[in-house]
């Protein structure tokens, strides 16, 4: 079992895991070392290349992003046909700019949990994880197709093998809401609609839940959003306000230091 000690309130935050009473591994997020990928953007298409059958889409960056015909899950001919120029359209980073080239976008925009990933653009498409086992595939494949709407679609982790169909359902209407409430909106102009950082939620997700013993965290509000984000943690997740202070021997190791330790 694993316990998660997180240390958010500040500039710079940290995550450690404890197996045994020992550091398994130490995350630092610094400051100003964000990456667009995994992003979203309401982007605006500047143009369509029917040559190279991709757009470039403008999403607020410093260079357009590029999006290619077949990462468009509602285009079933030339990507002229599904995008036209001045045309808004929600997009997801899937690589990084590299040199004058923009960042590589999909309009299979995915936002993710512990049991399951939300498409809202994937025409209906269920994946489910091969791990699983047969009547377990079974019978989420028969929860979700009533669940979800057109043209919604998802991916279900091998995590949801250890909880009830209901509480996969809990999450993915969970972030269905989240999605809605993101582009309820009405912009204009391209900006980013959703990130996140490595620390907390994207660490959370590393490790399978039955494997979690407790997370602390330093910050209530926190302590208090993860909560609702991830309702099968919430009894697990607690807040420590002198978690700093009561963890400063493990706060305040290397990355990637392993000791015995006391906390």
């Not at 982007?43 to 290619?68: C, N, W, Y």
């Not at 019978?139 to 250890?162: K, M, N, V």
């Amino acid at each position: 079992m694993r316990k998660l000690v997180l240390h958010t309130k500040a500039a710079e935050k940290s995550g450690v895991v404890i197996e045994n009473g020992e550091i398994h591994e130490y995350v630092i997020d610094r400051p100003g070392a964000e990456k667009l990928t995994g992003s979203i953007f309401l982007g605006k298409v500047e143009r369509v290349d029917q040559g190279l059958d991709a757009a470039f889409i403008d999403i607020g960056a410093d260079r357009s992003g590029f999006l290619r015909k077949d990462m468009v899950p509602w285009c079933e001919g030339n990507l002229s046909t599904a995008l036209n120029e001045g045309q808004r359209v929600a997009v997801q980073a899937i690589k990084e700019p590299v040199g004058n080239k923009g960042a590589a976008l999909t309009a299979n925009v995915t936002l993710p949990g512990l049991y399951t990933v939300y498409q809202p653009f994937a025409q209906g498409k269920l994946s489910i994880s091969r791990k699983l086992e047969v009547e377990k595939r079974a019978e989420l494949e028969s929860w979700l197709e009533q669940e979800l709407e057109s043209p919604e679609g998802c991916i279900i982790r091998t995590a949801a093998g250890d909880v009830a169909p209901e509480t996969v359902i809990e999450e993915l209407r969970g972030l269905r809401a989240e999605w809605k409430t993101m582009v309820q909106n009405n912009l204009n102009q391209p900006c980013c609609l959703w990130s996140e950082a490595s620390i907390p939620d994207a660490f959370l997700r590393k490790f399978p839940v039955t494997t979690i013993q407790e997370v602390l965290i330093d910050e209530a509000s926190t302590s208090k959003r993860l909560k609702e984000k991830f309702p099968s943690l919430a009894e697990r997740i607690r807040w420590e306000s002198d978690v700093e202070k009561k963890y400063a021997c493990i706060l305040g190791a290397s990355p990637g230091a392993t000791h015995q330790s006391s906390c």
